[in-house]
C-alpha cells in the first residue's frame, strides 16, 4: 500500500483561455480519477503551491512534502505532469533520478504515463527529454 502526496503547482493564477489552465482544481481532479483505477495507494495529503514559478525550488507545498518524505509518511508523489513538479531541468532531475529512489518513492506523472514503478530504476531518459523541454517552456 502507498500513501500518497499530491503536488499540485499552479505559476499563474489567472488563464487567458480556459482549456490551457493548469488550474489546481484541474490538476487535482485528474489526481482523483488516476486513483479511483489505482486502490494500491492512498492519500496522505495534497501539497499546494500557487502561482509558484516551477524555476525554483524555494515553494512552501514543495518543501513539506519533502519534509514528509524525509519523516517516513509518503512513500508516493503523484503529479499531473512532470512540469508541475518543476521546471528546472536539474533540479526536477534530481528529485526523480535521485532523491525519490534513494528514499524509496514512487513517482507518478500522470498526463505523462509515467510510472516509476514500472520502468528501471535507471531508465529515466523520456523524463529527462522533458524535463529540458519544460525548463526551455520557462526560457522561451
Known amino acids: 500500500m502507498y500513501k500518497a502526496g499530491l503536488y499540485i503547482r499552479v505559476s499563474v493564477l489567472e488563464c487567458k483561455y480556459e482549456n490551457e489552465c493548469q488550474s489546481a482544481?484541474?490538476?487535482?481532479?485528474?489526481?482523483?480519477?488516476?486513483?479511483?483505477?489505482?486502490?494500491?495507494?492512498?492519500?496522505?495529503?495534497?501539497?499546494?503551491?500557487?502561482?509558484?514559478s516551477g524555476m525554483t525550488s524555494q515553494r512552501d507545498g514543495l518543501k513539506n512534502m519533502l519534509s514528509d518524505i524525509y519523516s517516513g509518511l509518503i512513500n508516493c508523489v503523484l503529479v499531473k505532469d512532470v512540469s508541475r513538479l518543476g521546471r528546472n531541468y536539474t533540479q526536477t532531475g534530481n528529485l526523480i533520478e535521485k532523491v525519490f529512489p534513494f528514499w524509496g518513492v514512487r513517482f507518478i506523472s500522470v498526463n505523462d504515463n509515467y510510472d516509476s514503478e514500472k520502468y528501471l530504476k535507471y531508465n529515466n531518459s523520456l523524463m529527462g527529454l522533458k524535463n529540458i523541454l519544460n525548463e526551455g517552456y520557462v526560457r522561451d
Open 25 to 52: 482544481e484541474n490538476q487535482l481532479k485528474i489526481l482523483n480519477n488516476y486513483l479511483k483505477n489505482n486502490t494500491d495507494i492512498t492519500i496522505y495529503n495534497t501539497y499546494f503551491d500557487l502561482g509558484k
